[in-house]
């Protein structure tokens, strides 16, 4: 699986972009089958000032299922990070769970001809 982190003040985001790939991996380590790419962006939203501005993005790239994007916002980079994967593993999970419990209906059979 390959993991892109991304961001637009990287002198910021720096030591966070191990983690993030680390953590993507972990989270994701029962998922890779279904997903060959993860892009995770990290923005401060409002600079230096503080406050809940920390904001990840997560967005997988799923094979057949599309791509599911998250959003997280906290006041430091670890919550935002984490809280984001969680979301989109449960996102995804949910969405394997539904195709996997709803199967291909059975052909209908044809009524027997009356001869």
């Not at 720096?14 to 029962?30: D, G, K, N, S």
């Not at 990840?56 to 790239?61: D, E, F, G, I, T």
């Not at 006041?75 to 199967?103: E, K, Y």
Request: aromatic letters at 2%; proline letters at 5%.
């Amino acid at each position: 699986m390959q993991v892109l982190v991304e961001s637009r003040s990287a002198e910021a985001t720096a030591p966070w972009r191990e983690l993030a790939v680390r953590r993507a991996q972990f989270v994701l380590r029962r998922l890779v089958g279904q997903v060959p790419m993860t892009r995770v962006h990290l923005a401060d939203v409002n600079g230096p000032r503080g406050g809940i501005d920390k904001e990840c993005q997560v967005a997988l790239h799923t094979d057949g299922h599309g791509t599911i994007v998250i959003h997280a916002r906290a006041s430091n980079w670890r919550s935002a990070l984490d809280s984001a994967l969680a979301r989109a593993v449960r996102t995804l999970q949910a969405l394997l769970g539904r195709r996997r419990a709803h199967p291909r209906s059975t052909p209908r059979r044809q009524p027997e001809q009356l001869a």
